[in-house]
């Protein structure tokens, strides 16, 4: 099983209680659990996602995984901009998630 990092648990429990993502909170988050918490690990992810969108994202990783393949796009030119719009806003959002998992290795 993979281990997912307690500081981006300790972030998706805030969202998803309605709290601010601070580094106080994710600290506190982390401290409650019985863990020592880096306040600098804290603070640097605090700070990378204050401005993420947390419905966004957590509404399209469900809907991919809800489904394992996409449906092929009509032969119309209009349909085709729309698509490649979208996929150019999930590589940017894939591209964040990235950068975040690859700050706590």
Same mark, same amino acid.
């Given at each position: 099983?993979?281990?997912?990092?307690?500081?981006?648990?300790?972030?998706?429990?805030?969202?998803?209680?309605?709290?601010?993502?601070?580094?106080?909170?994710?600290?506190?988050?982390?401290?409650?659990?019985?863990?020592?918490?880096?306040?600098? *690990? #804290?603070?640097?992810?605090?700070? #990378?996602?204050?401005?993420?969108?947390?419905?966004?994202?957590?509404?399209?990783? #469900?809907?991919? #995984?809800?489904?394992?393949?996409?449906?092929?796009?009509?032969?119309?030119?209009?349909?085709?901009? *729309?698509?490649?719009?979208?996929?150019?806003?999930? *590589?940017?959002?894939?591209?964040?998630?990235?950068?975040?998992?690859?700050?706590?290795?």
């Amino acid at each position: 099983m993979t281990k997912v990092d307690p500081y981006l648990h300790a972030v998706l429990l805030l969202h998803g209680a309605g709290k601010e993502v601070t580094k106080e909170n994710i600290v506190s988050v982390i401290k409650a659990s019985g863990a020592e918490a880096d306040d600098a *690990k #804290a603070k640097v992810l605090a700070d #990378a996602v204050k401005d993420v969108n947390f419905e966004d994202l957590l509404k399209n990783v #469900a809907v991919a #995984a809800a489904a394992p393949a996409a449906a092929p796009a009509p032969a119309g030119g209009e349909a085709k901009k *729309k698509e490649e719009k979208k996929e150019d806003e999930g *590589k940017k959002e894939e591209q964040a998630a990235e950068g975040l998992a690859n700050l706590f290795g």
